[in-house]
């Protein structure tokens, strides 16, 4: 999509943002020339912050190509914000229903006519400890493998500092730095002309991640973790632990109580 198509919805979310967010942040934007200046693609970004998805928003404007991002559909209902997510035309995902699949088809045909899409592979804010980018949905990669389009890695950095993950109060003052690192396409042409199995999905999403991290390690000046931290192995370890601690809670109570009969 041109600038010259960027449409009014699009130009009014602007009017009422990027005054704050110039106030608010300082930048270090920096990649843009890797942001190709026609046809479809994808720009695939690492999430850590509820702000950062209008931080890199007024990157990407700023660029003359705006992204449809995919989006929870529950955010299209809310009165001003829902016309607003209508009318700039990000596209809603409908988890764990018969509509699942239609965001990715929607976003197939956006590359299609020529849009960029920008995904959040992650699919919600990093719970890694330390807000490395986590383990990838397979998402992008499905998208990308069929349209073959571009697929631009952004790290990003710096939105936390104002409102961590899961925070309730921001802490804007004193003023705080985003950065942004775009990087050259994710090279895919491996995995191109294959069956699309769910293997070969994680083994490109994995591609796509690597190149993330990598950025996003850039711009923080320190290396990642080797191994990508993995929320459902999280779970079932906390589980496992739970269970465990319950088991040694029954079993202290137990030899108590015979301590007690005795």
Same mark, same amino acid.
């Given at each position: 999509?041109?600038?010259?198509?960027?449409?009014?919805?699009?130009?009014?979310?602007?009017?009422?943002?990027?005054?704050?967010?110039?106030?608010?942040?300082?930048?270090?934007?920096?990649?843009?020339?890797?942001?190709?200046?026609?046809?479809?693609?994808?720009?695939?970004?690492?999430?850590?912050?509820?702000?950062?998805?209008?931080?890199?928003?007024?990157?990407?404007?700023?660029?003359?190509?705006?992204?449809?991002?995919?989006?929870?559909?529950?955010?299209?209902?809310?009165?001003?914000?829902?016309?607003?997510?209508?009318?700039?035309?990000? $596209?809603?995902?409908?988890?764990?229903?018969?509509?699942?699949?239609?965001?990715?088809?929607?976003?197939?045909?956006?590359?299609?006519?020529?849009?960029?899409?920008?995904?959040?592979?992650?699919?919600?804010?990093? @719970?890694?400890?330390?807000?490395?980018?986590? $383990?990838?949905?397979?998402?992008?990669?499905?998208?990308?493998?069929?349209?073959?389009?571009?697929?631009?890695?952004?790290?990003?950095?710096?939105?936390?500092?104002?409102?961590?993950?899961?925070?309730?109060?921001?802490?804007?003052?004193?003023?705080?730095?985003?950065?942004?690192?775009?990087?050259?396409?994710?090279?895919?042409?491996?995995?191109?002309? @294959?069956? $699309?199995?769910?293997?070969?999905?994680?083994?490109?999403?994995?591609?796509?991640?690597?190149?993330?991290?990598?950025?996003?390690?850039?711009?923080?000046?320190?290396?990642?973790?080797?191994?990508?931290?993995?929320?459902?192995?999280?779970?079932?370890?906390?589980?496992?632990?739970?269970?465990?601690?319950?088991?040694?809670?029954?079993?202290?109570?137990?030899?108590?109580?015979?301590?007690?009969?005795?």
């Amino acid at each position: 999509m041109s600038r010259r198509r960027i449409g009014f919805w699009y130009r009014f979310a602007a009017v009422l943002c990027k005054p704050p967010l110039v106030v608010l942040f300082k930048r270090d934007w920096r990649g843009m020339e890797h942001i190709p200046a026609d046809g479809g693609f994808i720009t695939a970004v690492n999430h850590n912050s509820h702000l950062d998805p209008f931080l890199y928003a007024h990157f990407q404007y700023n660029t003359g190509r705006v992204p449809r991002f995919l989006a929870k559909h529950g955010l299209f209902k809310k009165g001003f914000v829902g016309a607003a997510m209508r009318g700039t035309g990000q $596209i809603p995902v409908y988890r764990e229903t018969t509509n699942a699949l239609s965001a990715f088809r929607a976003a197939i045909d956006a590359v299609e006519r020529g849009e960029c899409v920008a995904f959040y592979p992650e699919g919600t804010l990093t @719970r890694d400890p330390e807000l490395w980018p986590m $383990i990838g949905k397979t998402g992008v990669a499905r998208v990308a493998l069929q349209t073959k389009c571009p697929v631009v890695p952004v790290g990003q950095w710096g939105a936390t500092e104002a409102l961590a993950p899961y925070a309730k109060k921001p802490h804007f003052f004193p003023r705080k730095t985003h950065h942004v690192l775009a990087g050259e396409p994710v090279d895919l042409s491996a995995y191109y002309d @294959r069956e $699309i199995t769910p293997e070969l999905l994680k083994e490109a999403t994995e591609t796509i991640m690597v190149a993330i991290t990598s950025l996003v390690a850039e711009l923080r000046g320190e290396p990642a973790p080797e191994k990508r931290f993995d929320p459902r192995e999280a779970r079932i370890e906390q589980r496992r632990k739970s269970q465990a601690d319950n088991e040694g809670s029954a079993s202290a109570s137990g030899r108590a109580v015979k301590e007690s009969e005795k």
